[in-house]
């Protein structure tokens, strides 16, 4: 066994090191180029500008990534809007190379552990998703830390830290977003499954109780968020009691109200809405292949099949590999997340957003590369299996760097605020801009953004000093987006702001005018 960093350690692990600084160079470019759009936005604005607190305890829509929020809100002291916003996403990409190129090490020799590693990183859902200040990414790598000790426990290290992660990382991918609960699940299965098999009850029980306390420890988090939204609503419901009394006092006197106001809100609100559940399995292959189709462009039907295909023959690799009674974890592993996660969607009649499933890719491609190589080791031809690695790992490399540059992955995120943002540069001091009357939801929270400002924000047209407007003022013939919502464009407000203010700046989408 090679110590770490040694001469042999670095050369047997060289190319792995050389794909990953090469993404982590990319991620970190983008993350300061393409520019953020509406939601990444939204949240800097509403919750990680606020700080860590203020995000851990607010909840005004279901979308709001709580736990990715409130660490973003302590890297946002550093003063950078792009390392607050971006930074945490950005880390979390490039451990999550790391984490899969390590797991699938574990069972794979380096070239195929490369291969899978690449085919991950070239994803273009996963690679858009790795310096967007959203959640998802650092949920994946949630996911990987557990799956890794899980193992570590199959393996016979039954050491608290090591259930402690497993714990911690549960509850944080939960906090994080509640959609990890996709992952979460077969996570579980895997491990407990795996300990079941092969009659380790002891162990069991120890990784079932640290299941537990991960949801024990979950609800305290959004226990927090629930009192806190349900003492604001109760304080301002003129029919209550409690009317006009702080929150904090509530929360003391009324907890268990508070409380079920709070998860009343929650879930009157929800995010993903359910369908018909026979319509959610017809549309399911169609629904896959356009998730799958974000993983590789134009190429969802192709992995579609290999979706299924790696599917199918990890429960055969599983069946096999326990008859022999070899280490079958891997195959459980991959069988639980592929099979599972469909499952769990029509049981709940839904098809969440693509960017929801972004953590497959994690099941899918370490499950392709796999099947691969347990193929070509029954062969019992090592130098076959080396060379394919070889030749695996260097078109799987180079597709990922030819996709990594290219325009398609490289396309801007954001196109409203960039014209807004745009319109800003134009101005001599931004920061001057104060009782503006917006004209839409996507102002104020690139004012925020880019110049750090928060100008008193009017509802009269007639109160403001600084009106913005954007395409749909000038062109009525110009398709209004019906979310995020547009306010006041009119006849009425043009004719008043053409009136009785004056044009500062002009771009072809935005104008802003001063009275």
């Known amino acids: 066994m090679t110590k770490k960093f040694s001469p042999d350690f670095i050369k047997e692990h060289i190319v792995a090191a050389v794909l990953i600084l090469f993404m982590a160079v990319v991620y970190i470019y983008n993350m300061f180029t393409n520019k953020p759009w509406y939601d990444e936005l939204y949240t800097y604005y509403y919750f990680i500008s606020r700080g860590p607190i203020y995000a851990a305890i607010h909840w005004p829509v279901p979308n709001n990534h709580v736990g990715y929020s409130v660490v973003s809100a302590f890297l946002d002291y550093l003063g950078n809007p792009y390392i607050g916003l971006r930074g945490i996403s950005c ?18 020799n380096k070239w195929y552990s490369v291969a899978a590693t ?11 998703l790795a310096f967007q200040g959203r959640g998802y990414t650092l949920s994946t790598t949630c996911l990987l830390v557990a799956i890794l000790a899980a193992y570590r426990v199959a393996l016979g290290d039954c050491r608290i830290k090591n259930y402690f992660f497993f714990a911690a990382a549960l509850t944080f991918g939960l906090y994080i977003v509640p959609s990890s609960i996709y992952w979460v699940i077969p996570v579980c299965i895997t491990g407990g499954l795996y300990l079941l098999i092969q009659k380790r009850y002891r162990d069991l029980w120890h990784l079932v109780l640290s299941g537990i306390i991960a949801a024990l420890a979950t609800l305290f988090l959004y226990m927090l968020i629930w009192l806190a939204i349900g003492a604001n609503l109760v304080s ?29 809100y929650m879930l009157a609100t929800p995010y993903i809405q359910s369908i018909d559940r026979f319509e959610c399995i ?22 579609f099949i290999l979706y299924i295909a790696v599917a199918i023959l990890s429960v055969i690799s599983l069946i096999m590999l326990i008859r022999h009674r070899e280490n079958f974890f891997l195959s459980l592993f991959i069988s639980c997340g592929l099979i599972l996660v469909p499952i769990m969607l029509i049981v709940q009649s839904v098809h969440p957003y693509l960017r929801v499933l972004s953590f497959l890719a994690v099941f899918l491609f370490i499950g392709l590369v796999y099947m691969l190589n347990q193929a070509l080791e029954l062969i019992k031809r090592d130098s076959l299996l080396i060379r394919c690695g070889y030749v695996l790992a ?19 995120l954001a196109t409203r605020e960039n014209d807004i943002q745009a319109a800003l540069a134009k101005m001599d001091n931004p920061t001057d801009i104060d009782n503006i009357f917006y004209a839409d939801d996507f102002q104020k929270y690139v004012l925020k953004f880019y110049y750090d400002v928060t100008p008193n924000e009017v509802y009269a047209l007639e109160a403001a000093d600084f009106v913005m407007t954007g395409p749909e003022f000038s062109d009525p013939s ?12 009119s006849k009425d407000m ?17 104008s802003i005018y001063k009275k």
């Open 91 to 108: 880390i979390a990409a490039i451990a999550n190379l790391i984490l899969i190129y390590k797991l699938s090490y574990k069972f794979m």
């Open 494 to 510: 043009e004719d008043y702001v053409k009136g009785n203010m004056t044009e500062l700046v002009h771009t072809d989408s935005y």
């Open 478 to 489: 110009n398709e209004v987006p019906t979310w995020p919502v547009l306010y006041g464009y």
């Open 394 to 412: 260097g078109c799987t490399i180079l597709i990922t760097v030819i996709n990594c540059v290219s325009p398609f992955y490289r396309s801007p």
């Open 118 to 128: 690449a085919l991950y990183a070239g994803t273009y859902l996963v690679f858009r």
């Open 282 to 303: 017809r549309t399911m292959p169609e629904y896959f292949i356009s998730l799958l189709g974000n993983f590789y462009d134009r190429a969802g039907l192709a992995v």
């Open 236 to 264: 301002k419901d003129a029919s209550s009691s409690f009317y006009g009394i702080s929150q904090v006092k509530i929360i003391l006197k009324a907890p268990f109200l508070a409380a079920k106001t709070g998860i009343d």
